[in-house]
């Protein structure tokens, strides 16, 4: 009984050691205003990636949800640069539910750190969400 609780132990290190980065480095960010949640997930940041996705989620209880996303997120590198997106594949405007995949070019050489900044219509400002790379 010992040795497999020493060797389920030392898998699960070994597991964690090999992924690129730990779920709070690149963990959902949620912002809630104005009766509006907006939760964002990167899914792949990788230096070789295609592209970087972030998946966003958008819910509300009172109105329309007919944000353009395309036009209005920006990716932000820490290094004062700005990076529009590239594609929204999800949900079209409308409705109270949203979801869907932001898809950016991969900023090389890739930053410590990225901010993805949502403004929405009719909010003073942009909706805020950071992460450290690893």
């Known amino acids: 009984m010992r040795y497999t609780r ?3 132990a030392t898998l699960l290190l070994a597991a964690a050691i090999a992924l690129p980065a730990t779920a709070a480095e690149l963990a959902t960010r949620k912002s809630s205003e104005r009766g ?3 939760a964002v997930t990167p899914q792949n940041l990788a230096p070789g990636a295609p592209a970087w996705e972030f998946k966003v989620v958008l819910d509300t209880h009172s109105a329309d949800l007919n944000d ?16 529009a997106p590239i594609a929204w594949e999800g949900a079209g405007p409308g409705g109270h539910h949203r979801e869907g995949v932001l898809r950016f070019k991969p900023i090389a050489p890739p930053p410590a750190a990225v ?3 949502i403004q929405r219509p009719g909010e003073a400002k942009p909706r805020s969400f950071s992460w450290q790379l690893p």
């Open 68 to 83: 353009d996303l395309v036009k209005s997120a920006v990716l932000l590198d820490g290094a004062g640069g700005k990076h």
């Open 6 to 8: 020493k060797l389920a």
């Open 36 to 38: 509006v949640t907006v």
């Open 115 to 117: 901010e993805l900044r």
